[in-house]
């Protein structure tokens, strides 16, 4: 079965520091991947997702992720982290195989952005 | 400006009434979905339909129904054979199938008393 498992439910980073959110999915056939953020009492915005063709994906707000198969992972990277960024980030799994394409969700990583 | 609304923003309850959330969008898509959020939980799909008159269970459908009669609404209606409501619901919608990225509305956060 799909599942999506997002290491560590809390990280905290400075202004300026690089921001690494990991996720790992398990998938039987290549999976179409998808971050989004959620600002508190807000929906789910999407931050970048992959499908076919180039590994490493660019989103909004400079972030950006690689799929890498031999890992399973597909991590959520920024180079400088703004306080802006603070929120909280939803890693998710979709393949055509699995009840005609669900999404599947990993629990969240919530981001805290330190002056 | 398209997009997808969720009203109302806060809801309150009695144990044992139902009550309806209403979603509507204006993206001319196809599919749209129901996800209830709990603290630490992730997303958990509760219905979605792919096309107008047609709707399906998803992994908690257990205490809600939804009816789909319009392509822009998919109301969604928390029971009272639901055992714990209290929690904060999201609606999505997409072109057509699982594969395009979902939009989501604003949210709703129904508190049963």
């Known amino acids: 079965a799909q599942s999506v498992t997002q290491l560590g439910s809390h990280v905290s980073v400075s202004e300026g520091a690089l921001v690494l959110l990991r996720c790992n999915y398990s998938?039987?056939?290549?999976?179409?991947l998808f971050w989004y953020v959620q600002y508190p009492n807000q929906g789910l915005q999407l931050l970048l997702k992959?499908?076919?063709?180039?590994?490493l994906v660019k989103g909004i707000n400079g972030f950006e992720a690689e799929f890498k198969k031999s890992e399973t992972s597909f991590h959520l990277t920024k180079p400088s982290a703004h306080m802006s960024d603070a929120a909280e980030y939803f890693c998710?799994?979709?393949?055509?195989?699995?009840?005609?394409?669900?999404?599947?969700f990993g629990q969240g990583t919530e981001l805290s952005v330190k002056p | 400006d398209g997009g997808i609304t969720q009203s109302p923003k806060y809801l309150f309850r009695k144990e044992g009434q139902n009550v309806t959330l209403s979603c509507e969008q204006n993206?001319?898509?196809?599919?749209m979905y129901w996800y209830r959020q709990d603290p630490g939980q992730g997303l958990r799909l509760i219905y979605y339909?792919?096309?107008?008159?047609?709707?399906q269970k998803g992994d908690i459908a257990e205490g809600y129904s939804v009816s789909r009669e319009k392509k822009e609404s998919f109301p969604l209606t928390v029971t009272s054979a639901q055992k714990n409501p209290t929690a904060f619901y999201l609606c999505?919608?997409?072109?057509?199938?699982?594969?395009?990225?979902?939009?989501f509305g604003p949210g709703t956060r129904l508190t049963v008393l």
């Open positions: 339909s792919q096309i107008v008159n047609d709707f």
């Open positions: 992959y499908t076919t063709g180039a590994t």
């Open positions: 999505a919608s997409s072109i057509s199938s699982w594969a395009d990225t979902q939009y």
């Open positions: 998710a799994v979709s393949d055509s195989y699995n009840q005609g394409g669900k999404l599947i």
């Open positions: 998938s039987s056939v290549p999976p179409y």
């Open positions: 993206l001319n898509h196809d599919a």
